[in-house]
C-alpha cells in the first residue's frame, strides 16, 4: 500500500513525500482509513511505530476540509514537553503551506507567547494538561470549537498522574467531535477513561509488545557499585553513533551524565530538574548530534524522537517488560540495525526472565572486564533528596 491510496489532500500528499514517507507503516495502515472515516479511535501501539503520522494525517485533512475560524478545532493532549514539541515540529512538516497554524502549550516556560498565539488565532492547540488547564481557568482560551481531540500515550499521562486533570479538560469540549485516544499499554483506570471518552470506537492494535526484529539484545552481568566502570568499558568497547541511556531516577541520570562528560564523553541529560531552556538545549544538542549520549528517565525521554540512535543502554533494568520494549524500540528503526545493552545485576533476575520470554530468545550474555582503579576512582552517586510531602494530585501532576 502506498500513502496516495488515502486519498488525502493534495498537498498534505506532496508534505508526505517531502518527508521522505514511502510506506505506510502498519499502524498507519490500519488507523488513518478509521480515522478519515470520523469514527473515533482506539489505537494500541508502541513508541516508534508511526502513530503519529497515524492520527495527523486525518486530523489535518478534516480540519483542511471544515471551515476556519480563529477558535482552536483541534486539540492534541501529550504527557511531556518534549513530546508536545515533536507533534508541533510534525505538524509544521504534514501540515507546510495549508495555512494551518497550531500552537504547542506547557509549563516551563512563560505563559504569554502561548497566550499571544491564541488571540492570533490557531487551529490545533498541543498541549501538556496542567499548562492547558491553567490557561482555561485564566479564560485565555476557549475549547468550544473543538471538533477533534486526540489523546497520545494515554498510559503515560496515566502513570504522571493526569487523569483528573484530563477529565477537567474533557468537561469543557463539546460533546460532538471525533476523539482517537493511543496507548501502548491499557491498564484498567485507563481502559474506564476510554469507555467515557470514546463513541463506538474501532480498536487497532500494532505489535503492541513484540520487539522490533532489527535490535539485537546483548546482557552484561554487572553488580550495582561496578556499573559506571562496565559502562565506560562497554563504550570504549563499541563504536557508538549516538546512545540514549537509561537511569530509574533523575538524580543519576544527572549524576551519570556529569560522570561521561568528565571522561571526555559529549554527554548530556534529560530529566525533571532541568528547566525547559535547559530541556530544550539538551534535546537539539542530541538530535542534531553535538551530544553524542543522552542519559534519562523513562518520563523525560518521552517525546524522544531521533531515528540516528545506534545504542540504547539500560543503566537501570525498567520495572516492566513493555518499558523495556519502549527504551529498546528507540534504536533500530526505519530498517536500520541497532543494538540494546542491559547492565543487570542478581536482584534483576526476574525481570530479565520475562524480558527473555517475550523476546522469544535469550539475551546474549557478554562479560566486561572492569578497571578497578577506574571504578576506584568515580564517585559514589549522590543519595537522592528527601522530598517535602506530595501536594493533591492535580498539582502534582503539572508540568
Not at 518527508?19 to 495502515?29: H, N, V
Not at 487551529?123 to 473543538?146: M, N, Q, T
Not at 501502548?184 to 470506537?201: D, F, S
Not at 513493555?322 to 526476574?350: C, M, S, V, W
Request: aromatic share 4%; proline share 6%.
Amino acid at each position: 500500500m502506498q500513502f496516495n491510496e488515502f486519498n488525502l489532500t493534495p498537498q498534505l500528499t506532496v508534505n508526505i513525500a517531502a518527508c521522505g514517507y514511502q510506506t505506510p507503516s502498519p499502524i498507519q495502515e490500519q488507523a488513518i482509513p478509521v480515522a478519515l472515516t470520523g469514527r473515533d479511535l482506539l489505537g494500541l501501539a508502541q513508541t516508534g511505530t508511526g502513530k503519529t503520522a497515524a492520527f495527523l494525517l486525518p486530523l489535518l485533512h478534516h480540519l483542511l476540509a471544515g471551515q476556519r475560524g480563529n477558535k482552536p478545532r483541534a486539540l492534541i493532549i501529550a504527557p511531556t514537553r518534549e513530546l508536545a514539541e515533536q507533534i508541533h515540529a510534525d505538524i509544521g512538516k504534514l501540515g507546510k503551506n495549508t495555512g494551518l497554524r497550531s500552537v504547542s502549550v506547557y509549563g516551563g516556560v512563560g505563559k504569554f507567547g502561548q497566550v499571544r498565539a491564541f488571540r492570533s488565532g490557531v487551529d490545533i492547540v498541543v498541549a501538556c494538561p496542567g499548562r492547558l488547564l491553567d490557561h482555561l481557568r485564566e479564560k485565555a482560551v476557549s475549547l468550544a470549537g473543538i471538533t477533534h481531540l486526540v489523546l497520545d500515550e494515554a498510559d503515560h499521562m496515566f502513570d504522571m498522574g493526569f487523569l483528573p486533570t484530563i477529565r477537567q479538560i474533557l468537561r469543557q469540549l463539546p460533546k460532538e467531535r471525533q476523539t482517537m485516544l493511543f496507548s501502548a499499554t491499557m491498564p484498567q483506570e485507563l481502559r474506564r477513561l476510554a469507555e467515557e471518552v470514546l463513541c463506538e470506537p474501532t480498536t487497532v492494535q500494532v505489535a503492541n509488545s513484540v520487539p522490533t526484529a532489527t535490535i539485537a539484545h546483548v546482557l552484561f552481568p554487572v553488580e550495582q557499585p561496578h556499573k559506571a566502570a562496565a559502562l565506560k568499558a562497554i563504550m570504549q568497547a563499541n563504536k557508538m553513533t549516538a546512545a540514549l541511556i537509561f537511569t530509574r531516577t533523575k538524580h543519576k541520570a544527572r549524576h551519570l551524565a556529569t560522570q561521561l562528560s568528565k571522561a571526555g564523553y559529549s554527554a548530556t541529560s534529560l530529566q525533571g530538574n532541568l528547566s525547559q531552556s535547559q530541556r530544550q538545549t539538551a534535546m537539539n544538542g542530541f538530535r542534531e548530534g553535538r551530544f553524542k549520549i543522552m542519559v534519562a528517565t523513562d518520563i523525560a525521554a518521552r517525546g524522544i524522537d531521533v531515528s540516528s540512535i545506534s545504542h540504547v543502554i539500560n543503566y537501570d533494568v525498567p520495572d516492566s517488560v513493555e518499558a523495556y520494549i519502549h527504551r529498546t524500540g528507540r534504536t533500530g528503526r526505519a530498517a536500520k540495525n541497532g543494538t540494546a545493552f542491559t547492565l543487570a545485576g542478581q536482584e534483576d533476575k526476574p525481570m530479565i526472565s520475562r524480558i527473555e520470554k517475550t523476546l522469544g530468545k535469550p539475551m546474549r550474555r557478554e562479560n566486561v572486564a572492569i578497571d578497578q582503579s577506574v571504578a576506584d576512582s568515580l564517585p559514589a552517586a549522590p543519595a537522592p533528596q528527601r522530598q517535602r510531602p506530595r501536594q493533591p494530585r492535580m498539582g502534582a501532576a503539572r508540568r
